[in-house]
């Protein structure tokens, strides 16, 4: 593994249906993220961990959730999909020091569509 | 009004021109971020910055804390230029990324 790596990249789901998420990274980053990407309104955060054993919501938070077990692994769970949570979902992450930390790094992407 | 705003939303340029995509906030930040998104892939960063400037290679980011103004330019711009330039700013306050929507660039041979 080099960076942050997502998986699946790409997944067709029925409504009503479990799915998670997986996201790795061997950058020994502290904060780790789940966006999606949605057309024209560009990344939105669902969660953020700012440190192993940490989660918080961000502004589309309902519907997903995360764990953040150890530094590397940083799952992102749809309970019961739902069409609306078709989208681009990345993960990404960073380390969070100082005043503004350092540079961003993104997952290649998992496409999922929730029919 | 969103917090971070870009512009144009859409670019076209003739190959080897020299482009600017511009970003505006209205919140205190403490960092700014741009990014490029190529279509159908995944997302880079291409400068992280807090004052001043930066340049790398044919890029160049520019940031006035002062006007809440970050400006990315390209010089010589190519076709594999071609992508979705997203600003994003690190609230000060907050810690949190807020997002801007992108500018999506068409450089054409």
């Known amino acids: 593994i080099a960076g942050i790596t997502q998986a699946p990249t790409s997944q067709i789901l029925a409504a009503g249906r479990r799915m998670t998420l997986r996201c790795t990274q061997d950058m020994r980053h502290n904060a780790m993220y789940w966006y999606r990407q949605d057309l024209g309104l560009g990344l939105r955060l669902i969660h953020y961990?700012?440190?192993?054993?940490?989660?918080g919501k961000g502004e589309v938070p309902d519907g997903y959730s995360v764990s953040r077990a150890n530094t590397d692994d940083f799952p992102l769970t749809l309970a019961s999909a739902v069409p609306s949570q078709t989208s681009v979902y990345f993960c990404a992450s960073r380390i969070l020091a100082g005043a503004s930390g350092g540079e961003l790094f993104f997952g290649e992407g998992s496409r999922l569509t929730v029919l | 009004k969103n917090e971070v705003e870009q512009s144009p939303q859409n670019l076209t340029a003739q190959e080897g021109e020299f482009i600017t995509i511009n970003c505006s906030y209205s919140v205190g930040i403490s960092a700014l971020h741009w990014l490029q998104q190529h279509p159908g892939g995944g997302i880079v960063s291409l400068f992280m910055l807090s004052s001043g400037k930066k340049k790398h290679g044919r890029l160049i980011a520019t940031i006035n804390i002062q006007e809440k103004h970050s400006s990315l330019h390209i010089t010589a711009s190519h076709p594999r230029d071609s992508a979705v330039y997203i600003c994003a700013v690190l609230g000060g306050a907050t810690n949190k990324l807020i997002f801007g929507t992108g500018t999506l660039l068409a450089v054409q041979p």
């Open positions: 961990s700012n440190t192993a054993g940490t989660t």
